[in-house]
């Protein structure tokens, strides 16, 4: 794959990150300064033979064309979550009750600019979704209880055009997730793995296929999740998860329309993974981002760029010392929105910018966006990237839990600047 360079569009101004909490006022975590590469060269380090470093590429801020900083513009009360864009604008979940467990769903909400955003209303029998994906004039929607889906509880699969009233598309208790591209949508159930229905994304119209158990083991149970690149599938298949070493890896299959699955003849380790939140992998000038299987949110492991599905980059490690302490490849990839404004991640309140997957940059955060003890975060708890034609819009997620009071009620601020 090619390389490209990584140089800002956003002024890069000098960001610190304060911990504290209320017994003490000492502790602290230092980051990056803006425009520094996490992934340049260091000598003397004790990285095992063959990991790749990659040397910095980055302009300094001093030679940045542009100067802007971050502005506040709103608040929300609770957690602004999933957020997408579509032709009208942006979605997004609005989980408003601070002690329901990771993963369970909310209302629908929506916002013409990223800026302004209010709830969407009822739709259908049930109010409360989980998932939500954004193509094109389309936007797709998931409701049901999914933390009971192995009592059977049906869940429904939404479509709203540009202009449309919500329809509904399916309802099937083996509905859990879905993958969507702007070829096709693929419907299924990930315990035990299976293909539910794949769909034509333009018209909705159901399209014949082959379950991806014709490439599984037979009359055995194997979980299994989809991810929708830019063009194909990629779809990971395991054995329930136990004690023993010997345990097969996981098998990874590719399919270019979702309608026949083939085992992937070059995998990376780990295959790939997704979560419930992550429907197409994070995708910028063709380029997609995808880590491998993890049980555990954000997951760990490697991480890799890919265009076709077929051959994959390995992100490089990033460098981690007292100055520069970005997450593991797979726990960034996971926190990353694709925009068209590049590569957008978020991990304990910095900003990473990348044109290629591969380098990435330090980018100015905003002030509120400081993470306290790791057992405590009435700092930010999660943030996005969103870009328009002329801002960039930060959207940070705050109170997520505090450690020594409980269970608190998130609020949402948003920020913007110029690009």
Request: aromatic share 10%.
């Amino acid at each position: 794959m090619g390389r490209r360079s990584s140089i800002g569009v956003v002024a890069l101004l000098a960001v610190g990150v304060v911990a504290c909490n209320d017994a003490s006022s000492s502790d602290s975590t230092t980051v990056a300064e803006p425009g520094t590469s996490v992934t340049e060269s260091i000598q003397g380090d004790d990285r095992a033979d063959g990991a790749t470093v990659l040397e910095s590429t980055v302009d300094s801020v001093a030679e940045s064309d542009t100067s802007a900083g971050w502005a506040a513009v709103s608040s929300l009360t609770g957690e602004l979550d999933q957020i997408v864009s579509w032709s009208e604008g942006f979605a997004a979940i609005m989980k408003s009750d601070g002690d329901e467990p990771p993963g369970e769903g909310g209302e629908l909400w929506h916002s013409k600019d990223g800026v302004d955003w209010e709830a969407s209303g009822p739709f259908g029998p049930q109010d409360d979704i989980y998932s939500i994906v954004g193509q094109d004039d389309q936007l797709f929607a998931v409701s049901g209880d999914i933390s009971n889906y192995e009592d059977g509880t049906p869940q429904t699969l939404w479509r709203r055009r540009s202009g449309e009233p919500w329809g509904e598309i399916m309802t099937d208790d083996a509905l859990h997730r879905i993958a969507v591209n702007s070829d096709r949508l693929v419907a299924y159930r990930w315990d035990p793995f299976g293909i539910v229905g794949v769909f034509d994304t333009a018209t909705m119209e159901t399209v014949e296929f082959l379950d991806v158990s014709e490439n599984l083991p037979a009359q055995e149970r194997m979980y299994g999740n989809v991810i929708a690149l830019d063009e194909g599938f990629l779809a990971t298949a395991l054995w329930p998860t136990n004690l023993d070493a010997h345990q097969p890896d996981p098998i990874l299959l590719y399919s270019a329309d979702g309608s026949e699955w083939d085992q992937h003849p070059s995998p990376p380790e780990g295959g790939v993974g997704t979560t419930s939140r992550q429907s197409t992998a994070p995708t910028f000038d063709g380029r997609n981002l995808v880590s491998s299987f993890s049980w555990s949110y954000p997951p760990g492991g490697g991480a890799w760029v890919t265009d076709t599905g077929m051959a994959f980059e390995p992100l490089p490690d990033p460098v981690t010392d007292e100055v520069v302490n970005p997450a593991a490849g797979a726990y960034l990839v996971a926190l990353t929105n694709g925009t068209d404004a590049g590569f957008f991640g978020v991990e304990d309140g910095v900003i990473y910018q990348s044109f290629d997957g591969l380098d990435w940059t330090t980018l100015e955060s905003p002030s509120t966006w400081s993470v306290l003890a790791s057992f405590d975060h009435r700092g930010l708890a999660h943030g996005t990237i969103l870009a328009t034609d002329d801002t960039l819009i930060a959207v940070g997620v705050h109170g997520e839990f505090e450690g020594w009071v409980g269970l608190v009620n998130p609020s949402t601020d948003i920020w913007v600047t110029e690009r």
